[in-house]
């Protein structure tokens, strides 16, 4: 069993539709990221979290220590938000990151 | 303010060879950990490195390596190249280990 699984490994909606994305971990750490990646490669951080919930803009992020558990959401969801979103978790005092097996988005006009 | 470079973008080696490359980090960034990203076991940690010294090793043999100069900037050297190898190599940079990380745009390594 992997240490980060996040689910749906793939997602198609409709613009406009509110999205979750899920990421469970079964280690300790210090922080949960989310990560976003285009066609192409680039990866942009979206997210680092310890605790409760963090907003940008559309996209919201939460986070539940004690059941190990971290949510992506994404309001009136766009076809540029159509990317691979990917969880990943650190332990303390290192940036050693370990990686889920990323959710591929894909919003539809 | 630039953000984190990685040289080159793309590069084609054969079997046996070795590989160097260049990551230049966001300026003020004093570490830096790369990731090999491959289809099948996607993200990876390879290495961190935080003012020049390798603070964390992910589990890779010891064909890969790396280093970090006083500048910041980071190499990371692949000897004796296989096929498995081939892969999209990222940097990113941070302020410090509790800091978000900030990603090149990677080099995509392909092994003939």
């Known amino acids: 069993k992997n240490e980060v699984e996040q689910s749906p490994q793939n997602l198609t909606a409709q613009e406009g539709e509110f999205i979750t994305i899920n990421c469970s971990y079964s280690v300790g750490i210090s922080a949960l990221h989310w990560l976003q990646q285009h066609p192409g490669g680039g990866i942009v951080s979206l997210f680092m979290l310890s605790s409760g919930k963090k907003k940008h803009g559309r996209l919201i992020a939460t986070i539940n220590i004690q059941e190990k558990h971290s949510s992506l959401h994404i309001t009136a969801s766009h076809p540029r938000d159509s990317a691979v979103y990917i969880c990943a978790v650190g332990g303390r005092g290192a940036q050693k990151l370990v990686f889920g097996q990323g959710t591929r988005l894909t919003i539809n006009p | 303010k630039a953000g984190v470079t990685q040289t080159p973008r793309y590069l084609i080696k054969t079997r046996g060879q070795q590989v160097t490359l260049s990551c230049s980090p966001i300026?003020?960034?004093?570490?830096v950990s790369w990731y090999q990203q491959t289809p099948g076991q996607g993200l990876q940690f390879l290495f961190e490195?935080?003012?020049?010294?390798?603070?964390n090793k992910g589990n890779f043999p010891g064909r890969f390596s790396g280093r970090q100069f006083s500048n910041s900037r980071s190499e990371m050297n692949v000897s004796t190249l296989e096929l498995g190898d081939s892969a999209l190599y990222l940097c990113?940079?941070?302020?410090?280990?509790?800091?978000?990380?900030?990603f090149g745009d990677g080099t995509r390594l392909s092994i003939l």
């Open positions: 990113a940079s941070s302020l410090g280990w509790d800091q978000p990380q900030h």
């Open positions: 490195y935080f003012s020049e010294t390798q603070r």
């Open positions: 300026s003020g960034h004093r570490s």
